[in-house]
């Protein structure tokens, strides 16, 4: 058994809790991240020329079903101005550049302008194995690019614990593709097999690092929906036992 030289990280529900933002932007007075998104481009489009809300809102859902199939089935990740395209063309409509280049940074930015949490203790269990094992992020880009998902772990001050970042807009593969886990594999000099991954998904996480050799963990802390029936390696349920978890594995 190879020994473990590296570990990669999910970030959605492992480095962060997904929608823990959605809190902040209420006591703000703020739409949801969902309802700001649809009004963004029902206001961009009125401008242009007047259309019902209840269209827009349709075509966005129409747009964000078909993300979702290529996403799960086909394992990649548009970016945001290809889904704006989507719907744009599902609408029969178009937006001049700067207007639809205005719409796309509002659509990145938003989870770093108003962040989610990060997970309790992620910051000393990263620095305790930056000391140990290479690190890396490998995470889907849902929304918010990768580019922009740098700036929000640098704002954390977690970005200095990891030596390199896969993202899926980067790539042109999202998880379980196995070209994201490779593409970490690579970043970091080291082999599959001498690598795990960290993640809460079944799917996206355990599955694909397992077909490529890696070992897994899955870690539960913020979701743990995929525990039943799951085939990592060992599950977490916290950052403070995780350093003791990877390290069983090398056992």
Not at 63 to 81: G, K, L, M, S, Y
Not at 197 to 209: M, S
Request: glycine letters at 6%; proline letters at 4%.
């Amino acid at each position: 058994m190879a020994a473990i030289k590296a570990v990669s990280f999910d970030l959605w529900d492992t480095l962060v809790v997904d929608d823990s933002d959605e809190p902040k932007r209420q006591a703000r007075g703020l739409r949801t991240k969902r309802q700001e998104r649809r009004h963004l481009v029902w206001e961009a489009l009125n401008r242009q020329a007047v259309i019902p809300v209840e269209q827009v809102t349709l075509a966005y859902d129409v747009a964000d079903a078909a993300f979702n199939r290529v996403w799960h089935d086909q394992h990649v990740t548009w970016t945001i101005r290809e889904r704006l395209l989507v719907l744009l063309a599902g609408l029969g409509r178009n937006l001049p550049e700067p207007e639809l280049d205005t719409l796309v940074r509002r659509h990145e930015t938003m989870e770093v302008d108003i962040p989610p949490d990060l997970i309790s203790g992620v910051g000393e269990a990263l620095a305790d194995l930056h000391e140990r094992y290479k690190l890396c992020v490998v995470s889907d880009a849902i929304v918010t690019p990768g580019r922009e998902l740098r700036r929000l772990l640098g704002s954390y001050g977690l970005a200095r614990f990891f030596d390199a970042f896969i993202f899926s807009d980067e790539v042109g593969h999202s998880k379980p593709s196995p070209e994201m886990f490779r593409a970490a594999a690579k970043a970091l000099g080291v082999d599959l097999p001498s690598m795990v991954h960290v993640g809460d998904r079944q799917h996206n996480d355990v599955a694909g690092a397992k077909s490529l050799g890696m070992k897994t963990v899955l870690f539960i802390a913020a979701r743990a929906v995929d525990r039943p029936g799951n085939t990592a390696d060992a599950v977490c349920e916290r950052y403070q036992d995780l350093g003791r978890t990877i390290a069983a594995l090398n056992r």
